[in-house]
């Protein structure tokens, strides 16, 4: 069956600018995770969903990151007044549950480049 | 706070030799431990993970990781390296049963000599 996807794949976009990022997960499942991949900076956890709540929202950055889930199914992490420190792979994954026992699931990433 | 700790960054390793990729993890209770693996242009795949039980945890591709509570260590090792293995690994720990949340080390790239 399909996996994670994500679009677009890759995004450039002016210093200040707001973006929108999309994930599709697989088919069924109820949790979906937002990570942050960064050089230097490793894989970093942003946002997770158990259905269309956000249980936690612990790793998002700031203020000017956002992200909704609506029919417990496709989530849109969104970037007001984008910074060049926003640059980085955006990595979503879907799992079953919310469970740390549960695989999840990556998609391929969107790579933002703000110039 | 949990963390995992990758000590390396860049390991080179020639083509049929044995693998060893560190990793430490700071966690209050038992851990769920993960590795994953990230080829060029993937996204990451899940080689292996450890919840409780034999110490001694098998994946897949041939790789292999052991949990050492008194190390707060879960090494990962391949005792003969093919080139389709040059990749960046991650190792994780879970932050808690019921979230999902993922905490994972820096990453350690892996390069295979022909």
């Known amino acids: 069956g399909a996996g994670v996807s994500q679009s677009p794949s890759n995004k450039v976009t002016e210093k200040g600018k707001d973006v929108e990022l999309r994930c599709d997960p697989i088919s069924g499942h109820t949790a979906l995770y937002w990570y942050r991949q960064s050089l230097g900076q490793g894989l970093e956890f942003l946002i997770y969903?158990?259905?269309?709540?956000?249980?936690?929202k612990s790793g998002l950055p700031s203020d000017r990151f956002s992200a909704e889930r609506t029919g417990g199914s496709v989530s849109t992490l969104t970037i007001q007044r984008t910074q060049q420190e926003d640059s980085a792979v955006y990595l979503c994954a879907s799992s079953l549950v919310a469970s740390t026992t549960d695989t999840q699931y990556f998609g391929p990433g969107t790579r933002l480049t703000v110039l | 706070a949990q963390s995992v700790t990758q000590p390396d960054i860049h390991i080179t390793v020639s083509e049929g030799a044995s693998l060893e990729l560190r990793c430490n993890y700071s966690y209050g209770a038992t851990p769920y431990l993960f590795w994953y693996v990230q080829s060029p242009g993937q996204g990451l795949q899940l080689l292996l993970k450890y919840f409780s039980g034999d110490t001694l945890v098998q994946g897949i591709k041939g790789f292999e990781a052991e949990f050492k509570r008194s190390q707060s260590s879960f090494n990962l090792r391949k005792p003969s390296v093919h080139w389709s293995d040059a990749a960046e690994y991650f190792c994780?720990?879970?932050?808690?049963?019921?979230?999902?949340?993922?905490?994972f080390g820096q990453g350690t790239t892996l390069q295979v000599k022909p």
């Open positions: 969903f158990q259905g269309n709540s956000a249980p936690d």
């Open positions: 994780a720990v879970g932050a808690g049963s019921n979230t999902g949340k993922l905490i």
